[in-house]
């Protein structure tokens, strides 16, 4: 069977999931009464959620007797290091772009990774339909991103197809009014400009692992493109590691895609995306090959991590009242299982403590798998997430991220102020009638609590998009921290707050709790007004006299209280502060809860500053 291999790559939020949706429809891949979900591939329910992609995905349709093997990425910076191997198991790829948005940030990486690879790439204009869409502009801007990255004159002359993907239509012109049912029209480039994979189907084995899957019974699957050859089950094959080391193992199960299901088969042969097992411990970039020729493929480049938070056993007063995994031993062991789907994730243990350094490629993507494990049923602690610090021909250097933000004309002065204070650098302002794009370099330290409070410094009219960009050296300046006091509880039990208590304590500034949310000694209850935390009570009651009062009917009346979602609260904690997870509860607290111990220590802390500054 002739096959074809291509990989959907694209800005978040431009379509690529749904675009998929529309190839599987249109090609007659579902039973005519099977019922079709929205975005199918994403079978994460924070993917859903989140409209996000957060792992790649593979399936294949069928067209006209050729198999097109499909492979779905991620569009977040955070998960860009996914897209990069991918471009070594394809051999095409279909560059989509909003006919609104036109070029982003991530679309001009996704593109970089596609050309360095030689991919050849297909534009896909998508959401014509949108109000305002102007898709022969966006058209233009890929071209001016073509030659602005260097693409070969041959690509420069780039085949465009312009769909609806929400609608499962397409065309040829970038006209709305002459889109029709159905994606023929792509699939026609697809056949005609994709080429067939480069591969020898009769020579010995060859495969090498770009992604992982993960099963209970068989461990580790690896996937990816069959390079040279054919694999039964049960054939003996050696995997060459990236340090040089081999092992021999037997193949147990063989796995290929197809719409949303992935098959057991007992033979793949060369050209073909497969999934195979047997190894358990199997990594991305290992090449997989016949004993008798051990040729090992170029190695892949997996993404070092950027970031790193501190995983720890809930240790709060209100531990156990929540979640059923608590222990240290069922953290470590699912923080395990994630490592062996996730190769841009990592932990050690902490010696001596309960807690381990888990790092990963931003926030979101520990966001991510917080999230994910609160809703089985963990209770954790985490502290703020911190950059990873390398040292460079002996300087220490930090990450630095491109970042592309548009916002309306009235709020350019204060975002070029916040910026300013975060050592972002500005690169350039393009001014676009009633929005401006603002383009900086900045320290990914700078971005952590700015991207939760961005929507609300533009009153949610504001687009933020960044990307890692390198490693620099050091700025040195306080970077990330929150400058603005909070409101810590002084109760000494497990008591519910009360209206009397927080109708005083809400003068001092802005509440996160509502009365009979239960309160411990060292939970951070609000906001205050000022740069210095302030101890207070919550859980008051009124005091019972046999006065009778003129006003004892009149209801309390508070204000509503800021909702902290598990971004905001990771974005809002300083160092020496904890955000407690619980299934159910999502509290911010001090690292050293009880109140006189925290004055002495942060006195403490204060005078070594002071001392600092004064020995300089």
């Not at 209100?318 to 996730?342: C, F, H, N, S, W």
């Not at 809400?506 to 906001?527: K, N, Q, S």
Request: glycine letters at 8%.
């Amino acid at each position: 069977m002739d096959i074809r291999n291509i990989a959907i790559i694209a800005h978040v939020d431009h379509g690529k999931t749904t675009l998929v949706n529309s190839l599987l429809t249109a090609s007659h891949t579902f039973r005519a009464n099977e019922a079709i979900q929205d975005r199918m591939l994403d079978s994460n329910p924070i993917e859903h959620e989140r409209g996000i992609t957060i792992l790649a995905k593979t399936t294949s349709i069928k067209y006209k007797d050729t198999k097109i093997n499909i492979v779905d990425t991620p569009g977040h910076a955070d998960f860009g290091g996914e897209v990069e191997r991918i471009m070594h198991m394809v051999d095409g790829c279909l560059l989509l772009v909003d006919a609104y948005e036109g070029t982003m940030p991530q679309t001009r990486f996704v593109l970089k990774n596609a050309l360095e690879n030689h991919i050849r790439p297909i534009v896909v204009i998508n959401k014509v339909d949108r109000p305002n869409a102007n898709p022969q502009k966006a058209v233009d801007e890929v071209l001016d991103l073509f030659i602005e990255l260097g693409a070969p004159d041959d690509l420069l002359d780039f085949p465009v197809c312009y769909v609806s993907a929400l609608n499962g239509t397409s065309s040829m012109d970038p006209d709305p009014a002459t889109q029709k049912p159905g994606m023929d029209c792509l699939f026609d480039l697809i056949l005609k400009y994709i080429p067939a994979p480069k591969c020898d189907p009769n020579g010995p084995f060859q495969w090498q692992s770009a992604l992982l899957d993960y099963n209970d019974f068989v461990g580790r699957i690896g996937i990816g493109t069959v390079r040279r050859g054919v694999v039964h089950v049960g054939d003996t094959l050696t995997d060459l590691r990236k340090d040089g080391s081999k092992t021999n193992f037997k193949v147990m199960k063989l796995y290929t895609f197809y719409g949303m299901q992935k098959n057991e088969v007992q033979e793949v042969t060369a050209g073909d995306v497969c999934g195979i097992a047997g190894l358990t411990d199997i990594g991305v970039s290992d090449t997989v090959c016949d004993p008798k020729q051990l040729e090992a493929l170029p190695p892949l480049r997996v993404d070092e991590p950027t970031l790193q938070m501190e995983f720890g056993t809930n240790s709060s007063p209100l531990r156990g009242q929540d979640g059923k995994k608590v222990t240290a031993r069922l953290i470590e062991e699912r923080l395990y299982l994630e490592t062996q789907r996730d190769v841009s994730l990592k932990f050690e243990r902490v010696p001596n403590k309960e807690s381990w350094i888990v790092s990963g490629r931003g926030e979101l993507h520990l966001g991510v798998l917080i999230e994910t494990m609160r809703r089985e049923g963990f209770e954790l602690e985490v502290a703020k997430p911190q950059v990873i610090i390398k040292e460079i021909n002996g300087v220490k250097c930090e990450p630095f991220e491109d970042l592309q933000i548009d916002v309306p004309n009235e709020f350019v002065g204060d975002m070029m102020t916040t910026l300013g204070n975060r050592s972002a650098q500005l690169i350039d302002m393009n001014d676009n009638g009633t929005i401006t794009r603002l383009n900086y370099v900045i320290p990914s330290r700078g971005l952590i609590g700015f991207v939760s409070n961005f929507l609300t410094m533009t009153k949610g009219y504001g687009i933020i998009n960044h990307s890692f960009k390198e490693y620099r050296p050091m700025v040195k300046a306080d970077v990330g921290e929150r400058n603005i006091g909070v409101l810590v509880s002084t109760d000494k039990g497990q008591n519910p707050a009360t209206s009397y208590a927080l109708q005083k304590v809400e003068e001092h500034g802005t509440m996160f709790i509502v009365p009979g949310d239960i309160c411990y000694e060292g939970m951070i209850v609000g906001e205050h007004r000022y740069p210095v935390d302030l101890a207070v009570n919550c859980t008051e009651k009124k005091p019972m006299t046999n006065v009778r009062s003129s006003t004892r009917e009149l209801m309390i009346v508070l204000k509503a209280p800021r909702k902290m979602s598990l971004e905001a609260c990771l974005d809002y904690i300083n160092s020496d502060e904890l955000v407690e997870i619980t299934p159910h509860v999502i509290r911010m607290r001090k690292r050293i809860l009880d109140t006189a111990e925290r004055k002495k220590f942060d006195a403490h802390q204060k005078a070594e500053k002071q001392a600092l500054l004064e020995g300089k």
